[in-house]
């Protein structure tokens, strides 16, 4: 019997590696992807966009915050994997009727480099997760280089619209935001704030605002009604994924900031 405990503490014990596998993150869903375990996974949401193939050769079982309990039940699972951010506890609690059910808790660049490592454990994939987290490495070692000529600015990272709501402290986007040198104005507030663009302009001058194409998607026009909010901020609109998604994907997300630097 192998012992493992997760991201939110939780201590999970399974005799073999789980076998079948249900993904409740679409990040992580890519991610256990590119660690080899496609033949494994049995559920994913409709929200698990990459690989493109998987929403013809998987059972879609619902989105993050509605999920089909009996569906999953279906599908005989081994293992759940969930997220803190992306589903709920009271989906979390419903899911251990099922089977064991695993919640990652993805803040810093370092949480993402240990949920590669538990899932390279849990998976016996060992040296996929290692082979990632020496890719990630480097690539995040190129970036700071990158980055280190490149002045801080002042930006608003917006995610929806009616209310609009924004990134604060204590996210993975906060965190990427700072790895780019972005000093995030809403870094006082916690998570995932509503605020309202009359006060924007009363809080200080901002230089970008970045509306993210996920979860809502903003448009070009959105930019336009926000940057009258400000005085000279410019508005752009960035790729949410690369942004918000941890796993495998941040590798992509260093080319991507690198495009994104020399076109603003």
Request: with cysteine.
């Amino acid at each position: 019997m192998k012992q493992f405990i997760d991201q939110i503490g939780t201590s999970h014990s399974f005799e073999t590696s789980p076998k079948r596998i249900v993904s409740l993150v679409p990040s992580q869903t890519e991610l256990l992807y590119d660690l080899g375990l496609e033949e494994n996974i049995v559920g994913i949401t409709k929200f698990c966009v990459h690989p493109y193939h998987f929403k013809s050769t998987k059972k879609i079982v619902g989105g993050t915050k509605n999920v089909h309990y009996d569906r999953i039940r279906l599908l005989e699972p081994d293992i759940i994997i969930c997220n803190k951010e992306e589903n709920t506890q009271e989906i979390v609690a419903e899911l251990r009727k099922i089977c064991s059910v695993w919640v990652t808790n993805i803040a810093t660049i370092e949480d993402n480099f240990q949920m590669i490592t538990d899932f390279g454990q849990i998976f016996d994939r060992r040296t996929e997760a290692r082979k990632w987290n020496d890719k990630l490495a480097f690539a995040l070692s190129d970036f700071k280089n990158f980055i280190a000529a490149i002045p801080v600015k002042k930006v608003a990272y917006f995610i929806w619209k009616k209310p609009y709501m924004v990134a604060g402290s204590g996210t993975f986007i906060d965190e990427l935001l700072k790895l780019n040198h972005f000093q995030n104005h809403f870094a006082s507030k916690e998570r995932y704030p509503e605020i309202e663009l009359e006060k924007m302009e009363e809080e200080g001058n901002l230089d970008l605002v970045l509306l993210s194409s996920e979860p809502f998607p903003f448009k070009a026009e959105d930019g336009y009604e926000i940057a009258r909010s400000t005085e000279n901020a410019k508005a752009i609109l960035v790729d949410g994924e690369m942004f918000s998604w941890h796993g495998s994907r941040l590798l992509k997300a260093f080319d991507y900031f690198k495009y994104l630097h020399g076109s603003i």
